[in-house]
């Protein structure tokens, strides 16, 4: 699997600019040496991502800090410090080739927002950068499947709908990703009408229907900002499937 970079534009750097400054005035987050993390990249490049070298490969990154290190190795020069959560090496396209996939969090504060995948082109690494929606990604494992039986794997990463609002529920849009055999790319709904119809709506009616069983559960306040939010959800999902 080959691709190219991902680009980034200048109000994506100056936002995340402002992040890595409060970050490191807070103290989330930590420049990893640069010999530390030039070796992480110059060991992986002079392994070969296939399935027999699975084992030497996750040795490499055996942690989040081995990880992040790498990143930020791969990434060179940037302004923010992007810091690995979840990462693993898997085979996305069925060639036996190994890509590795990471959700990305830029404030030091845990909000995973971002997927990147790193390839192998010859004796290069490169990578593509997904999402930045602003929905946190708290499984990377389970928002990745096949899920139109083609061999191919998407990539679902959901997508705030409403302004983050701290400890209150947003709406979220569970964006799907596919390979179009250069890169991965955002897909139209309609593509994956079975995955919406079949597993993402019937989740929200579930939580629905929990919320008018047991209206005690929460307080009211929470109780109507939930109903607000999975609402939202299945409307969107509605609209966008028509």
């Known amino acids: 699997m080959q691709t190219t970079c991902a680009a980034r534009s200048i109000d994506t750097v100056s936002s995340k600019l402002s992040l890595l400054v409060a970050g490191l005035a807070a103290g989330f987050l930590a420049i990893p040496p640069a010999t530390a993390k030039d070796d992480i990249l110059t060991s992986l490049q002079s392994i ?11 040795s490499l990154l055996s942690d989040q800090d081995t990880a992040s290190a790498f990143m ?3 990434y060179g020069d940037v302004v923010v410090l992007p810091n690995v959560g979840g990462h693993l090496f898997i085979d996305l396209d069925g060639d036996n080739g190994l890509e590795l996939v990471a959700t990305i969090d830029y404030s030091g504060r845990g909000f995973y927002a971002s997927v990147v995948i790193v390839y192998q082109n010859g004796h290069r690494l490169d990578y593509q950068e997904l999402g930045g929606g602003g929905g946190n990604i708290t499984n990377l494992r389970n928002s990745i499947d096949d899920l139109d039986g083609d061999g191919d794997l998407e990539i679902t990463i959901p997508r705030l709908l409403e ?3 701290g400890v209150e529920p947003v709406p979220i849009f569970i964006d799907v990703y596919h390979w179009n055999d250069w890169q991965y790319t955002v ?3 309609i593509q994956y ?3 919406y119809e079949n597993r993402v709506l019937p989740r929200i009616e579930e939580n629905l229907d929990a919320l008018s069983v047991d209206a005690a559960s929460v307080g009211a306040d929470m109780r109507a900002a939930l109903i607000h939010k999975y609402e939202v959800e299945w409307t969107e999902i509605i609209n966008a499937l028509q």
Do not use: I
Request: charged share 40%; no cysteine; proline share 9%.
């Open 48 to 58: 070969e991502w296939v399935e027999e070298n699975r084992s030497d490969l996750e």
């Open 72 to 74: 930020v190795a791969l």
């Open 163 to 165: 302004p983050y609002q």
């Open 187 to 189: 897909a139209d709904p």
């Open 193 to 195: 009408e079975d995955f």
